[in-house]
């Protein structure tokens, strides 16, 4: 059975544009969870972005937690995840607690 979505745990390293706002789609940011940088796509569109997360949790260095889809970029063939929701982490340890629930599952 294929996996329907993905968990990710980590730092925001980049966004574009660099100051998101809600009438900007796509929001592209990369998080590193410490085994790489994993690029991140939120398609706004005709949902509002409060049910996806706010856009303030995208702080560079902010420790997040994003929900998403594994898909393929179309023009250069690229993983990405397409975010389905995310949020900011209060948790400094919460990036450890991912790394153990992986690690518990593998």
Not at 12 to 34: A, C, L, M, N, Q
Not at 56 to 73: H, S, T
Not at 86 to 100: G, R
Request: hydrophobic residues 40%; glycine residues 10%.
């Amino acid at each position: 059975q294929p996996v329907a979505g993905f968990g990710v745990t980590g730092r925001r390293v980049s966004v574009h544009p660099r100051v998101p706002s809600p009438r900007d789609s796509p929001i592209s940011f990369t998080i590193d969870d410490g085994t790489g940088l994993i690029e991140c796509v939120l398609w706004c569109g005709r949902e509002a972005p409060e049910a996806k997360g706010s856009l303030k949790a995208l702080a560079l260095g902010a420790a997040l937690r994003v929900l998403g889809r594994v898909r393929r970029f179309e023009r250069t063939g690229a993983r990405q995840l397409c975010v389905d929701s995310f949020w900011a982490e209060a948790d400094c340890l919460s990036e450890c607690w991912h790394w153990e629930e992986g690690r518990r599952l593998w």
